[in-house]
């Protein structure tokens, strides 16, 4: 099978969190090379020729670049309001949104601001801010009023291991203009509403959805109006459903594996233009695929997602890319008209891959 002619940006973890990359990789037909050196840059965002990353480090931060073909430009650095952010996303409300993991807080980025600290520092971005060896420490470039953190409500989980206090993880934005922060330490999505504009940014709590005790919910997304919740620690994709008080409620929900085996560890979740949902599931080093027709959620079909610890994924036309963290590679799997994906047909090797981002044809 001819493998698809990929251009793609991918993160990683470096020495600083047991990885062998270097930083931020640029994957260009065949070309693999590091783009940017950086602790730890396990999750990016990208928008137009802006590209985001966080070091998910104690003490951690967020670092912008400008994209120009397979060079990136640093531009500023701002601390990311706790440790270990693991997950940065472009808001409707032209703020960026960061979860910090360890800390259980959220930031938003003024991201007017910030360019506007881009273009007055006069030399483009060009000093290097931290960014430009492994271990150097991260520049609180911005304005103070440009930034904005919220600490999660302490809280705890059955799992005594895993949920001895608050861990936001993944943040997406509502059809509502809110925004949702899933918290796997306390089982609660957090609601918030996110401003920004040219001079600060601000984060208002607005209420506490539960899910299911132990569940651990991980990430998050839509299907049409409903919410499909990846629960990290139980192995159960949810489904949930906004209701006339505001709060969401449970539709249904469904075991990735049922029986004896290795943990079903779930990472990312997505679903795609025909309402199929689409899981990776670590532990058992699979992708399963899910119908959400007549309101449900039923195991359609599962493959080996081509490497050890399926962190993340994305896709391209004709393919799902899955980043395996314990394989130092991207699996290059080929999906179906059912929408599981078949046997790997390709491998790119980069070290401990976290976060996979396909970027636009030149």
């Known amino acids: 099978m001819t493998l698809p002619s990929l251009h793609l940006l991918i993160g990683s973890y470096t020495a600083t969190g047991g990885g062998n990359a270097t930083g931020i990789s640029i994957v260009d037909g065949d070309l693999v090379s590091t783009v940017a050196v950086l602790d730890d840059p396990s999750f990016l965002a990208v928008d137009g020729d802006r590209v985001y990353a966080v070091s998910e480090t104690v003490d951690g931060g967020v670092h912008a670049f400008r994209r120009s073909g397979s060079a990136l430009e640093h531009l500023w650095d701002a601390p990311a309001g706790g440790d270990a952010p693991c997950h940065v996303r472009i808001d409707p409300s032209g703020a960026l949104v960061i979860t910090n993991y360890v800390s259980g807080t959220v930031t938003a980025v003024s991201l007017a601001a910030a360019e506007a600290y881009a273009v007055s520092s006069g030399d483009g971005g060009a000093a290097v801010h931290g960014v430009g ?46 925004v949702l922060v899933a918290d796997l330490g306390g089982d609660a999505l957090h609601e918030f509403r996110v401003s920004a504009d040219a001079g600060s940014a601000s984060i208002e709590a607005l209420r506490v959805h ?77 992708i399963v695929v899910l119908d959400s027709a007549d309101d449900g959620l039923r195991v359609i079909g599962s493959a080996s997602a081509g490497g050890v610890w399926p962190r993340h994924f994305a896709r391209v036309p004709g393919h799902l890319l899955v980043a395996n963290q314990m394989s130092d590679a991207v699996a290059v799997l080929p999906v179906g008209d059912d929408g599981v994906p078949g046997e790997a047909v390709g491998q790119i090797a980069v070290g401990s891959p976290t976060c996979i981002v396909p970027l636009p044809e030149r």
């Open 210 to 286: 539960h899910v299911a005790p132990g569940a651990g919910p991980r990430h998050m997304a839509w299907v049409g109006d409903d919410l499909v919740v990846a629960g990290e620690l139980d192995g159960r994709v949810y489904r949930l459903r906004r209701d006339n008080s505001g709060s969401f409620h449970e539709v249904c929900a469904t075991s990735v594996f049922d029986g004896p085996g290795a943990p079903s560890l779930l990472s990312h979740i997505e679903v795609d233009e025909r309402g199929r949902v689409t899981v990776a599931v670590r532990g058992r080093d699979q």
């Open 133 to 178: 060896g492994q271990g150097a420490g991260v520049s609180a470039a911005l304005p103070d009023a440009a930034l904005a953190t919220e600490v999660l409500p302490d809280a705890t989980g059955p799992d005594e291991d895993r949920q001895e206090g608050p861990h936001a993880h993944q943040s997406v934005a509502t059809p509502d203009g809110t």
